[in-house]
């Protein structure tokens, strides 16, 4: 894989640095912003758009995962969980409404803006910048698709042209989604032509135009399992141009730098302190790859302690509950957590994290807590010497921000197959994530690696998986697949949140602490800067607003799981 050490110099100029939050805020700037549009650097416009975007997928994967249970949610109450700021940011930056950290406007943090000055720039020169507006086009399209996907809608149409529609309409979800698959049929034709991308910094395929066509006809797949287009997802599928294997897959490199700028990936900064790790991991997740005796988890997660209050230790024996460390331990879980026979506090063998929607204070458990792995943070391979995290152990924080994988596709492809083939593609998916899970442990040298799983322990765990699911029917046969996807969407969870809403599944998720959590969120609230700021755009009074391609019962009776 490409280190982003040869592009630290790039990401100075462009402006971009990675801050320590486990959700990452970029703070972009672009060295020429006194400069017109057309005035400006192409490449250092391209590396903005980059970095904005990986920005924006790092938070929305973030609020996929939690609400997936894929990662932690903190709070009771859904509604307040995502107030209306919570997509300010990733509209910000999409659209160039953001606003610089000294209040002023800065128009080059967005991605739309940028494009539009590449393109008014390859319009007057010389020099041929297909590659950057591709690139470029590839970028906004995917983001248009999960503005969609998350938000119900999108600025597409009166989008770019503040003189003209300075409070621009939303487009329908589905005219978005028909606006962002033409982008992405320009950009294979730019891509086609195999531009020179001399001087460019790509920061994912190192300027190689033919794995560009399989990440467009990969983001392509993405929007026809969404709605549902069986045709034009199979015949995708049929020309084989996409995102295959483990070496095509769409990933952002971290690395391992602490300071000016923080090179390292967010979960890593925010896990590998002085003071512990900060992020709690979710309970389902990992209980759930307990029983299952998965061979990713010691990779996923790092236990810092052999056991935790109110649980068995990684021995079996019984963890004294303790109010100061886990004040849940000594409390009584409630009778819709009961009756479901769910962990409602505590996960054996020292996997120290929490359960959906716990609002308790925050202990100092910094040096107890589960802490992020090495994959695909480049934290520390758990080998069970249940030591501490600090600054620069394991990898260093070189890990990977996964978007979209070959492991996925095979999850996708399963979903849409006919049922004697769903387990074919149950088992390749689950062979290229742990091929792929497992290569991460060489980022962790000082790591006794005697502990970790082997050949034959991996293929027993896919063939006990894929038997399983052969043997199933109904709803187990469903929660199988989905609990193994959404296990391989950890640290990219983005398309979890959208399989749960398109399916249902799996129906196995832990339920909210709350009993009455308010209803589970079908759409996000429109970002409050841009309503406050446009005259057209009307809060929703809810989120339960569904997309255009989720046709499935209102809430609450959907997803039963909630």
Same mark, same amino acid.
Request: hydrophobic residues 35%.
């Given at each position: ?393 394991? /990898? ?5 921000? *996964? ?7 095979? +999850?996708? $492809?399963?979903? %849409?197959? =006919? ?84 399916? /249902? ?5 832990? *339920? ?7 209803? +589970?969120? $079908?759409?996000? %609230?429109? =970002? ?35």
């Amino acid at each position: 894989m490409k280190k982003i050490f040869k592009y630290i110099t790039v990401v100075l100029l462009a402006g971009g640095f990675f801050n320590s939050c486990e959700t990452t805020e970029m703070n972009l700037r672009v060295s020429p912003n006194d400069l017109a549009a057309n005035q400006a650097d192409p490449n250092l416009l391209l590396n903005s758009i980059q970095l904005a975007y990986v920005s924006n997928m790092t938070t929305i994967s973030n609020l996929g995962g939690q609400l997936t249970r894929i990662d932690y949610m903190s709070g009771r109450n859904y509604f307040n969980n995502y107030p209306g700021d919570t997509f300010n940011s990733i509209w910000s930056r999409t659209y160039s409404s953001a606003f610089n950290s000294e209040g002023s406007s800065d128009p080059s943090v967005g991605i739309w803006t940028n494009i539009e000055a590449l393109k008014e720039i390859d319009e007057a020169s010389d020099i041929d910048y297909s590659f950057h507006i591709a690139v470029g086009q590839t970028l906004k399209a995917h983001m248009l698709l999960l503005l969609v996907d998350y938000l119900g809608g999108a600025v597409l149409s009166q989008a770019g042209n503040p003189d003209e529609f300075p409070a621009p309409l939303l487009d329908e979800g589905q005219a978005v989604y028909t606006g962002a698959l033409a982008l992405l049929d320009e950009a294979a034709a730019l891509f086609a032509k195999n531009p020179q991308a001399t001087g460019v910094s790509d920061f994912f395929y190192g300027g190689d135009s033919t794995k560009w066509i399989k990440l467009v006809n990969s983001i392509k797949l993405k929007a026809h399992v969404t709605t549902g287009n069986l045709a034009a997802f199979n015949a995708i599928i049929a020309q084989g141009n996409f995102i295959a294997n483990n070496e095509d897959d769409f990933q952002f490199q971290y690395g391992i730098r602490e300071l000016q700028p923080d090179t390292r990936h967010p979960d890593y900064a925010d896990d590998y302190t002085p003071s512990g790790a900060n992020i709690y991991q979710s309970n389902w997740l990992m209980e759930n790859m307990l029983l299952k005796n998965d061979p990713r988890i010691r990779y996923y997660f790092y236990r810092q302690v052999n056991g935790t209050p109110g649980a068995l230790d990684a021995n079996g024996v019984p963890v004294d509950p303790s109010e100061e460390e886990l004040a849940c331990s000594l409390a009584q879980a409630p009778l819709h957590y009961v009756d479901g026979g769910y962990s409602y506090c505590s996960v054996n063998s020292g996997y120290w994290g929490r359960s959906h929607g716990n609002n308790e204070g925050t202990p100092p458990d910094g040096f107890q807590r589960t802490a992020s792995g090495v994959y695909p943070a480049g934290g520390r391979f758990d080998d069970s010497s249940f030591g501490n995290v600090g600054l620069g152990v394991g /990898g260093g924080g070189a890990g990977i921000a *996964p978007i979209i994988l070959a492991s996925y596709i095979d +999850f996708w $492809r399963a979903e %849409l197959a =006919p049922e004697a083939q769903k387990a074919e593609f149950l088992r390749a998916g689950l062979t290229k994530s742990i091929a792929k899970v497992q290569s991460f442990g060489s980022l962790d040298s000082s790591a006794d690696f005697t502990v970790a799983p082997k050949a034959a322990e991996v293929t027993n765990f896919i063939d006990s998986q894929v038997t399983a699911f052969n043997a199933a029917s109904g709803d187990t046969k469903e929660n199988i697949l989905a609990e193994n996807y959404f296990i391989t969407l950890y640290g990219g969870a983005t398309e979890a949140y959208n399989y749960y809403r398109r399916t /249902g599944y799996p129906t196995t998720l832990s *339920p909210n602490w709350e009993l009455n959590p308010g209803a +589970f969120p $079908r759409t996000f %609230l429109y =970002p409050q800067n841009e309503v406050i700021t446009n005259s057209n755009l009307t809060q929703k009074m809810n989120n339960s607003q569904q997309v255009f391609w989720d046709t499935n019962p209102a809430g609450p009776a959907f997803p039963s799981a909630n």
